[in-house]
């Protein structure tokens, strides 16, 4: 399974993004997919979730300002991310869970950067 995440670059603090990534190879049960994100020195902490399903869970500090959807049809998952503050810059993964294991898949990850 590869995951590759797009969409990353430089934008004031108040703009918009969106990031997509797209989930190819051996693709079944795709149960859940999610964004995280990493600043140096930092753990990567976890962003923004959406099941098959549609059920969706975001980090608190991202609540009302960004959003998570996903084409089944296409297995690309998305973030529209809005009102970006300086402190949302970081590189940002794409997980994704398969199969009745919930094996774990990593996307290399796209760089976000919001100026103030």
């Known amino acids: 399974v590869q995951l590759q995440a797009s969409g990353g670059g430089l934008v004031q603090a108040g703009g918009s993004l969106r990031l997509s990534c797209a989930a190819s190879?051996?693709?079944?049960?795709?149960?859940?997919m999610g964004w995280y994100r990493q600043t140096p020195g930092k753990q990567r902490a976890f962003v923004a979730g959406i099941t098959s399903g549609g059920n969706t869970n975001y980090e608190d500090s991202v609540k009302g300002r960004f959003t998570v959807s996903r084409d089944n049809a296409k297995n690309t998952l998305y973030l529209q991310m809005y009102n970006l503050k300086p402190e949302d810059t970081a590189v940002y993964y794409c997980?994704?869970?398969?199969?009745?294991?919930?094996?774990?898949?990593w996307g290399l990850g796209t760089l976000v950067t919001v100026s103030s």
């Open positions: 997980n994704a869970r398969l199969g009745d294991n919930w094996d774990n898949y």
């Open positions: 190879g051996s693709i079944f049960n795709l149960k859940y």
